[in-house]
């Protein structure tokens, strides 16, 4: 589905399935230098489970016109902007890494729109490395081969995927590599510089729902500790030898923990 | 500046995909000899059909041993994921057809394996596909060929069996600049020797049979997807509605917005693995498992030992050519330097100056070579193309192919090189006096 937003064309994985008014809507917010296609599964599942489903690829990215939104706060207020281009008057948000740094931050800003935030590899502060932030910043290629390193946890990075025969580094490495010059650099460093997270947390009223990689190095376990303690009703679900990727490295465990929750 | 630590290409060919098997602890990656697998309840079930859940749901579709080969493969490839086949050719079958129905059209190098040639000029165009062969040294003819259906570039590594070395950056560029993929045959290099990825190709096929199995017990083939190729992109819009359009043979999905890297593997599996069913048997996604774990020191042996052996065979008087790319006078020398540094392979020609009789006469005398049909064998191996392999091809495209009377391909093995010195050194004399 294509819409557009502050007058630019956003896509819109939806499933398959139109937008019915009349159910529950989920959007799903991907990480930084990423596309709608990380949340593949869990976003059909919904799809297809009685809820409308909004994968979105971010301004800047994917098949999303626009330069990058460059702040956790303006992709918030870009998520209430959506929800109104859509006609939806209020949904659920599954955010991924930066993704779930704005679905903690659209909670707090919009609390009217936003009914339930899951928030998948969160940290408070998302700190960024200084070899990570340079690469990007000049585009280097390197910058992807760091995160398809640290964003898998050391057994997948050998292999087993779950989806039956696909190289997870591979997929990890190509997606980025289509990436807009500069985007993940305008990712990481809205990610960087995101200072209202532990405010924002203490100001959201809805339920939150927490996925921790036991074995995520991008946004480490410890991080997260301050957020879920700054969050008035949250659910923690920690995913035993799981890193940053975890939609792809654990599938149906980050499925089930959403089910559970939405 | 920090650099990516990840796995090297040796480690990568006996771990990537595997993992002590959870249920037993067994180390080698069991044989998932089932047919199907059981759903732990009838929701599970509808999403592993639906693809909500990733699993297995029936072995003609995906199995778990043969999950670990194609995700070995591709690792090694430099890949998004790969799809086991029951042949290289249903490999080769399988990605012609997901890109393309009646109405498109190929344009392949002419220098081919003899059952890719007859897919592409006898079969298929009773399916309304049409091929154009071209000279695969000729960037013009490539260019001149490519017609408004046309929907794919082919060829092979080295081909076979003269060894023409295709210009995959040439072709790839060529081919980018018209929006279509280029896919290759890496049959006859292996990862270990080339990985086409790094040079632009989009698509890569093996017959697992050859170097990657090693062993020549089985038959199966193994196609890797890049997941580079934009099928969507500006150049290549309209070009591709198997991967682009709604799919009504699975709920109306859009392959390339379902997956952005990995659109045409989707298609394939979801399409063409289900209908065509030309799948890999689990046992034989294992044998080739083992052949890969050694593919790194076997291919370097390979061609230490076919060195060995074109330089004999160059030296003797009965023997007018000699086709092996890393000699300076193949057409290709400057390319195989390039592309294939670490060596050309364990297969190549020779022609020799010699009558029918003789060239028989050589063959049969031969006591290590094995004669028969096929290459990448651990055991050294001799075939005449012209009256086995490429026996269907008419007389002037066998001479476009290189492929004379008098042309001898050998696949050269594992054995020490002079015992297989002395066996071509005895064959040839027993020749010399037919």
Redesign the interface.
Known sequence: MRVGVDGREVYC?TG?RAVDPARPTIVFVHGAGN???VF???S??FA?HRRNVLAVDLPGH??SAGPPLGSVEAIADWVAGLLDAAGIGEAALVGHSLGALAALEAAARHPSRITRIALLGPAIPMAV?D??L??ARVDDH?AF??I??WSHSP?R???????????M???TL??M??SRPGALYSDLRACQAYANGLAAARDVRCPALLVVGARDLMAPPKAAQGLAAALAEKRVTTLPECGHAMMAEQ??AV?DALAAFL | MTRPKTHRFDTLSLHAGARPDPATGARATPIHQSASFVFPDADHAAALFNMERAGHVYSRISNPTCAVLEERVAALEGGVGAIATASGQAALHLAIATLMGAGGHVVASRALYGGSHNLLEYTLPRFGIATTFVDPRDADAWRAAIRPETRLLFGETLGNPGLDVLDVPRVAELAHEHGLPLLVDSTFTTPWLMRPFEHGADLVFHSATKFLSGHGVVIGGVLVDAGTFDWDGVRSRGKFPTLTEPYSGFHDMVFAEESTTAAFLLRARREGLRDFGACMAPMTAWQILQGIETLPVRMQRHVENTRRIVAFLAGQPMVAAVRYPERPDHPDHALAQRLLPRGCGAVFSVDLAATREQGRRFIESLRLFSHLANVGDAKSLVIHPASTTHFRVPAQDLARAGIAEGTIRLSIGLEDPEDLIEDLSRALHAAGKA
Do not use: C
């Open positions: 994985y398959t596309d709608h296609s593949a599964l869990q059909r599942y297809h994917g098949r490395a070899a990570l340079e690469a390197v081969e760091l398809a390193g057994a990075q050998i292999g087993g995927n779950p989806v039956p025969g696909m190289w580094m591979g997929q190509r997606l590599e289509r599938p149906d499925l």
